[in-house]
């Protein structure tokens, strides 16, 4: 089991920029690729970037591509979420999640309890 630990969200303008921290801790963070999700109010939960487990390949979300980066530090277990030029739609509640990678939260078989993130115009 791996517990996960989101923070670093918060209020932002627009154009302004955050950066999201996940701390991993209970099992070995390197088995694990990793993803960051969002959800807006009355919407799924999507993808956003994920980093498989070496590190070297990482994806975006086409909303997340030029604008956010994922990267991980295994000697500190977290895995981060730089966001630049934050726009309003980008205001969501982002979850961390450990699993085997991909694009899909099925995917992912452990998950943080989320941080809130809002820019406002």
């Known amino acids: 089991q791996v517990q996960l630990v989101e923070s670093g969200g918060g209020l932002v303008q627009a154009g302004g920029s955050l950066r999201l921290s996940c701390a991993a801790s209970?099992?070995?963070?390197?088995?694990?690729?990793m993803g960051w999700f969002r959800q807006a109010p009355g919407k799924e939960r999507e993808f956003v970037a994920a980093?498989?487990?070496?590190?070297?390949?990482?994806y975006y979300a086409d909303s997340a591509k030029g604008r956010f980066t994922i990267s991980r530090d295994h000697a500190e277990s977290t895995v981060y979420l730089q966001m630049n030029s934050l726009k309003p739609e980008d205001t969501a509640v982002y979850y961390c999640a450990a699993g085997v990678g991909g694009r899909t939260l099925a995917t992912y078989d452990h998950w943080g309890q989320g941080t809130q993130v809002t820019v406002s115009s």
């Open positions: 980093i498989e487990w070496s590190g070297r390949y990482t």
């Open positions: 209970g099992h070995t963070f390197s088995n694990y690729a």
